[in-house]
């Protein structure tokens, strides 16, 4: 519900300002001449802060919605745990500048997820009017077109981060 959007707007919201300051920054000093390896130390200071409010947000989280009678597997504490000891993964490989294996974990959790955020949005943005039906193959043609694109820019992403030239390939 709204305590819920809440929740997530004021994290995504304290996320963005730190990882943009944290940008600024580090291009700041890299302009005043301070050395690589100095900013390295700085801006995985930034990504510890991150770190720190994504562990946060997650122990914090409101509580998941009804699963409509789904029994759980795992119980919320080993979920977070599981989820914690990823991101701790995920921000040792992003410091230890392992960015092709970093973006290959992050996108493998990211992804699936994407789905169901790509056709909640989708349909909420196309629901029909009161008393009208629902344009069910508008809704099909542009969630499959918004997932194509976000496949798209993964690909992109991942053929970057482990050095990929597309121009030797052809």
Request: proline content about 4%; hydrophobic content about 60%; overall charge positive.
């Amino acid at each position: 519900g709204n305590a819920s959007a809440r929740f997530w707007h004021e994290r995504m919201k304290k996320s963005a300002g730190i990882a943009a300051f944290g940008w600024v920054t580090v291009d700041l000093l890299a302009t005043l001449g301070v050395s690589p390896a100095g900013r390295g130390v700085i801006a995985n200071a930034f990504g510890l802060v991150l770190l720190v409010v994504a562990l946060d947000a997650l122990w914090r989280r409101p509580a998941p919605q009804d699963l409509g009678g789904a029994t759980r597997r795992l119980s919320p504490q080993t979920v977070n745990g599981l989820l914690s000891a990823y991101l701790v993964v995920l921000f040792l490989l992003w410091a230890a500048n392992a960015f092709g294996v970093f973006a290959l974990l992050a996108l493998a959790a990211i992804l699936p997820a994407m789905r169901g955020v790509i056709r909640g949005s989708v349909a909420n943005v196309l629901r029909p009017a009161a008393g009208e039906s629902a344009p069910e193959i508008a809704i099909t043609m542009v969630e499959r077109g918004i997932r194509l694109a976000v496949l798209l820019g993964a690909a992109m992403l991942l053929a970057r981060a482990f050095d990929v030239d597309f121009t030797m390939l052809a």
